[in-house]
């Protein structure tokens, strides 16, 4: 079914670092989209959406190295009419509102992807926002001007202290951040101290709960991406 597009079908480009969910939303998807690529974390997501420009991109939240609602934000700046699904396992509204905030066309729960996904796309297609129906009753109408984060501490990190934090909390080691990040290991110790100074953090498992709760990552989450050997110094 065309849903007023003609042939040949809308372009989605696949993001989630689970091998089971990817396959799943493959079969899901492939009768009425046209699957340009599939990745497994958010900078290969960026590179994939400037290489390929497809018309929907489906991102989970909590994807390593770069989480989805972070790499939502820079596809935003270089390709600001870019349609994004957010497919995600949380339920919170903080989270929520931080995906639509960030530019997000719709916010589909995992559970209900088999009955919600195909629509959502199209919803996102038609310049429109849709979000999971077991989102609570009444938060969707006032989910883009809630506070980011409200039941977390009350600051604001910077998007390289979220990009900082969130490797941190994969277990990165600081020069492993550094590398993947391109900036100089000092730079990478000075955002780490800044970080904990604003969220009142004490240990590294501090920081990790904290990017847990914020659904900067999921539990379990490992390190996996292959580091350059020496970084580029800023």
């Known amino acids: 079914m065309s849903k007023g597009f003609a042939s040949p079908k809308p372009r989605v480009l696949l993001a989630d670092d689970h091998a089971i969910v990817m396959e799943g939303l493959q079969k899901l998807l492939q009768t009425e989209f046209d699957l340009v690529g599939a990745v497994g974390d958010g900078w290969a997501m960026l590179e994939a959406a400037e290489r390929l420009r497809p018309d929907v991109i489906v991102a989970d939240v909590s994807m390593p190295v770069l989480n989805g609602i972070d790499a939502l934000r820079r596809l935003k700046v270089d390709l600001p009419h870019a349609k994004v699904v957010i497919l995600s396992m949380h339920l919170d509204i903080e989270i929520v509102a931080e995906a639509l ?36 009753q009444g938060a ?94 800023l």
């Open 101 to 136: 905030r960030s530019g997000a066309s719709a916010y589909v729960l995992k559970h209900s992807a088999i009955e919600a996904l195909s629509h959502a796309i199209w919803e996102a297609l038609a310049g429109r926002t849709f979000v999971s129906p077991r989102i609570a």
């Open 140 to 233: 969707i109408a006032n989910v883009k001007e809630l506070s980011p984060y409200s039941t977390l501490p009350a600051v604001r990190l910077t998007q390289r202290e979220r990009e900082v934090l969130q490797l941190v909390a994969e277990g990165r080691t600081i020069r492993g951040i550094a590398a993947i990040l391109q900036i100089a290991v000092r730079t990478v110790v000075f955002h780490k101290s800044n970080i904990m100074d604003k969220l009142g953090a004490r240990t590294t498992a501090d920081l990790t709960q904290y990017a847990i709760r914020a659904g900067l990552i999921a539990l379990g989450s490992v390190a996996s991406t292959t580091i350059p050997a020496e970084p580029n110094i």
